[in-house]
């Protein structure tokens, strides 16, 4: 069977992720707003902000399959997993590794948000007491929060994981 597929124009695709990926993260870096106006409120519903996080999450798989396929590489478009997606196109310096282990944190954090209502029910390791956020805290590191405790988002977490994911964006993209 012959293939009648039409070429992509894969330069006007990458440029189309990223441009997502920017409204996206200026989404969320507004509050979950449209126009910039109030935020949901001072402590953002869980599910909502869960919702926002996976959203930036596929449109960063989108982007980095766009990417690949603009470089001539090998989209992945059934690979589900964004960091582990992320890892394999990512430089092996200290940079590239924090910002895996900060989309590994963000995932746990975005499930936990969505279907546990903000409810830390998952450890970052089997048997263990904590899980890694995927927001710095005060002194700039990822924050940790104990099994049982409450997640919360401000807007000054929004901005951080919004900035977080346009650098990826720009890093990918260009």
């Given amino acids: 069977m012959p293939d009648t597929a039409l070429p992509v124009d894969t330069s006007a695709a990458l440029a189309a992720a990223v441009a997502t990926m920017r409204r996206g993260t200026a989404f969320l870096g507004g509050g979950l707003s449209r126009s910039g106006g109030a935020p949901v409120g001072a402590s953002y519903r869980a599910r909502l902000a869960g919702n926002g996080l996976r959203e930036l999450d596929r449109f960063l798989n989108l982007l980095i399959d766009a990417a690949l396929e603009a470089g001539g590489g090998d989209a992945r478009p059934r ?96």
């Fill in 79 to 174: 690979q589900a997993n964004t960091a582990a997606k992320y890892r394999a196109i990512a430089p092996g310096d200290r940079r590239g590794v924090a910002d895996h282990r900060r989309l590994l944190a963000l995932g746990r954090s975005r499930a936990c948000l969505f279907y546990c209502d903000g409810v830390v029910r998952r450890p970052d390791r089997r048997g263990g007491a904590t899980m890694t956020l995927g927001w710095p805290g005060a002194d700039g590191r990822l924050e940790v929060r104990r099994l049982g405790e409450q997640l919360w988002l401000d807007a000054a977490d929004l901005g951080d994981i919004a900035r977080f994911y346009r650098r990826l964006a720009d890093r990918i993209g260009g």
